[in-house]
């Protein structure tokens, strides 16, 4: 979902499948997204470790079976059965130990603007390959969970007013400019419970709210965001950010939180926001992607 020039030629999409029962759901998400965002060509993924892939091919040695074939038409039968979108696609199958390597390394190869990877429940509390490939991407990254609805009207995007924050704006500017996407930004704060004794509560709350007025005020002015895109805060007293935008977007029914790779508070690259860890970690029933 990247804003740069090149997205008026359309952007090149990486799916990466895994031969599971999620493959079904990605493709048939990579069809709903060839028809509302300007998609020139999908990769459709697989990698084989190939300690697995040499395991295998000792078993059935003495069969004479070529593997790589077999995978492969498994692959192009679900391919043909669940994505029937307008995009074009290339079928990359790769064998190496490390599937966040191989995936970073084609994802420079092919220049891919946005990776789609499945968000299943039972990895819940590790999120472990997925904070790898965060780290390693310089794409986009959208993390699809197992039921999820085939739409994307609705968008929420979280900020912290940071420069880095701002690129998930940019990466939805396409939808804003269409007008056929509602979007709504949602900054999560919170007012220092030791404050409370030493002063008026409800003034504080109400300086907190005038002071986030004018960062939204400011914030909209620096990044050019629109003023059909609705501005939300809350406070999160005793929950963690992650809980309240996770919360918040289901209960709004959001098709799709959006987040920054980076928070306010990052140093370098090589770690992912907390906030964007914790919704990793939280495995989140909304898509979720990550701008880089």
Same mark, same amino acid.
């Given at each position: 979902m990247k804003t740069k020039d090149k997205k008026a030629e359309g952007q090149h999409v990486m799916?990466?499948?895994?031969?599971?029962?999620?493959?079904?759901?990605?493709?048939?998400?990579?069809s709903h997204l060839s028809e509302v965002l300007n998609?020139?060509?999908?990769? /459709? #993924?697989? !990698?084989?470790?190939?300690?697995?892939l040499y395991n295998?091919?000792?078993?059935?040695?003495?069969?004479?079976?070529?593997?790589?074939? *077999?995978?492969?038409?498994?692959?192009?039968?679900?391919?043909a059965k669940n994505y029937n979108g307008s995009a074009s696609y290339t079928l990359a199958m790769t064998a190496d130990e490390y599937t966040e390597s191989i995936l970073s390394h084609l994802s420079k190869e092919y220049k891919i603007d946005?990776?789609?990877?499945?968000?299943?429940?039972?990895?819940?509390?590790?999120?472990?390959? #997925?904070?790898?490939?965060?780290?390693?991407?310089?794409?986009?990254m959208l993390l699809i969970p197992e039921e999820t609805k085939m739409q994307l009207n609705k968008i929420?995007?979280?900020?912290?007013?940071?420069?880095?924050?701002?690129?998930? /704006? =940019?990466? *939805?500017?396409?939808?804003?400019?269409?007008?056929?996407?509602?979007?709504e930004?949602?900054? $999560?704060?919170?007012?220092?419970?030791?404050?409370?004794? =030493?002063?008026? #509560?409800?003034?504080? $709350?109400?300086?907190?709210?005038?002071?986030?007025?004018?960062k939204i005020k400011n914030f909209r002015k620096k990044n050019r965001i629109p003023e059909s895109v !609705?501005?939300?805060?809350?406070?999160?007293?005793?929950?963690s950010v992650a809980e309240v935008i996770e919360n918040y977007a289901l209960e709004k029914d959001f098709d799709l939180i959006s987040v920054s790779a980076k928070g306010a508070n990052n140093i370098t690259s090589l770690f992912v926001g907390s906030v964007t860890n914790d919704l990793i970690i939280?495995? *989140?029933?909304?898509p979720l992607l990550i701008v880089k």
């Open positions: 799916l990466a499948l895994d031969l599971t029962q999620m493959d079904s759901t990605l493709l048939q998400y990579a998609i020139k060509h999908f990769y /459709f #993924t697989h !990698n084989v470790k190939q300690s697995k295998l091919y000792e078993d059935l040695l003495e069969e004479d079976i070529d593997l790589e074939a *077999v995978v492969e038409e498994a692959l192009e039968k679900s391919i946005l990776v789609i990877v499945g968000h299943k429940s039972e990895l819940q509390g590790t999120g472990a390959l #997925t904070q790898k490939l965060v780290r390693m991407l310089e794409a986009d929420l995007i979280a900020t912290d007013f940071s420069a880095d924050s701002a690129k998930s /704006f =940019y990466a *939805v500017k396409n939808s804003i400019e269409k007008n056929t996407t509602e979007i930004a949602l900054h $999560v704060y919170n007012i220092p419970s030791f404050f409370f004794p =030493y002063i008026n #509560t409800q003034k504080a $709350v109400d300086k907190t709210k005038a002071h986030l007025q004018e !609705n501005f939300q805060q809350i406070d999160k007293e005793e929950n939280r495995t *989140v029933k909304i």
